[in-house]
């Protein structure tokens, strides 16, 4: 339970530091980023795996290249379910999900560093 609350809350401050990155990601406020975390959380569980299965070939053809574009549609898909979380131009779209698996990775990390028992039932 705390393990999970903890990957959100990685995930929402990741959100926030794209958000200072890149002119193109706009979050409102942090409950817009704690809701977007929520729903790119979501959507990167359920609908990701059948985009990534669908554009597969594509995938194969420009050797996994494809796979940040469909990273980007993920995370464009979350804007648009999201008040107040808007993505806008095609930088934004392809490098703002990979700074955030990036940011989300290190703090993911930190907090497993800081709170070791956190994962365990």
């Given at each position: 339970?705390i393990?999970?609350?903890?990957?959100?809350?990685?995930?929402?401050l990741?959100?926030?530091v794209?958000?200072?990155?890149?002119?193109?990601?706009?979050?409102?406020?942090?409950p817009?980023?704690?809701?977007?975390?929520?729903?790119i959380?979501?959507?990167?569980?359920g609908?990701?795996?059948?985009?990534?299965l669908?554009?597969?070939?594509?995938n194969?053809?420009?050797?996994?290249?494809?796979?940040?574009?469909?990273?980007?549609?993920?995370?464009?898909?979350?804007s648009?379910?999201?008040?107040g979380?808007?993505?806008?131009?095609?930088?934004?779209f392809?490098?703002?999900?990979?700074?955030?698996?990036?940011?989300?990775?290190?703090?993911?990390n930190y907090?497993a560093?800081?709170?070791?028992?956190?994962?365990e039932?």
């Amino acid at each position: 339970m705390i393990g999970s609350l903890l990957t959100i809350l990685a995930t929402t401050l990741s959100l926030l530091v794209v958000d200072i990155i890149f002119s193109g990601v706009n979050i409102a406020n942090f409950p817009a980023a704690l809701i977007a975390a929520l729903v790119i959380g979501l959507i990167n569980t359920g609908i990701k795996p059948i985009i990534s299965l669908l554009s597969l070939p594509l995938n194969i053809l420009s050797l996994g290249a494809f796979s940040l574009v469909v990273n980007g549609l993920c995370f464009w898909l979350a804007s648009l379910v999201v008040p107040g979380f808007r993505v806008v131009g095609l930088l934004a779209f392809i490098l703002a999900p990979v700074i955030l698996s990036f940011v989300n990775t290190f703090l993911g990390n930190y907090f497993a560093e800081k709170f070791p028992n956190a994962t365990e039932s």
